[in-house]
Nanobody
Framework: QLQAFGGGLVQPGGCLRLSCAASGSTMSFTVMGWYRQTPGNARDLVAIMLINGSTNYGDSVKGRFTVSRDNRKRTVYLQMNSLKPEDTAVYYC?????????WGQGTLVTVSS
C-alpha cells in the first residue's frame, strides 16, 4: 500500500514537495516514482528512480523537478520547483517490483495565483 502526502495550492514559480511511503511488505521496490493526470487525459510520467539510483524524467519537468528515494524507509519524494500552472494535476506515486505495480491514492497539486 502506498500513501502520498504533500499536495496543495501553490503560486506560479513556487515549490512543493511530495512524499509517498510504502507499507506492508518489507521488500524493496525496483522502481519508485510519480505520474500525473489531468481530467480527460492519460496518466503521464513525471519522474521515476530505480533502486540503483538512475532516474528518468518527463520532458516537461526536466530541470525543475527532482525525484529521490529512501530505500530504508521505502519512501519516494518529488521536489517540485519553478512550478507552472500547467503542472496542475493529480499526482500519483507508483512502485514496481517484478510484475507488481502499486499506486497511491493521488494528491492534488494546483498551481495558480
Amino acid at each position: 500500500q502506498l500513501q502520498a502526502f504533500g499536495g496543495g495550492l501553490v503560486q506560479p514559480g513556487g515549490c512543493l514537495r511530495l512524499s509517498c511511503a510504502a507499507s506492508g511488505s518489507t521488500m524493496s521496490f525496483t522502481v519508485m516514482g510519480w505520474y500525473r493526470q489531468t481530467p480527460g487525459n492519460a496518466r503521464d510520467l513525471v519522474a521515476i528512480m530505480l533502486i540503483n539510483g538512475s532516474t528518468n524524467y518527463g520532458d516537461s519537468v526536466k530541470g525543475r523537478f527532482t525525484v529521490s528515494r529512501d530505500n530504508r524507509k521505502r519512501t519516494v519524494y518529488l521536489q517540485m520547483n519553478s512550478l507552472k500552472p500547467e503542472d496542475t494535476a493529480v499526482y500519483y506515486c507508483n512502485a514496481k517490483r517484478g510484475t507488481l505495480s502499486a499506486w497511491g491514492q493521488g494528491t492534488l497539486v494546483t498551481v495558480s495565483s
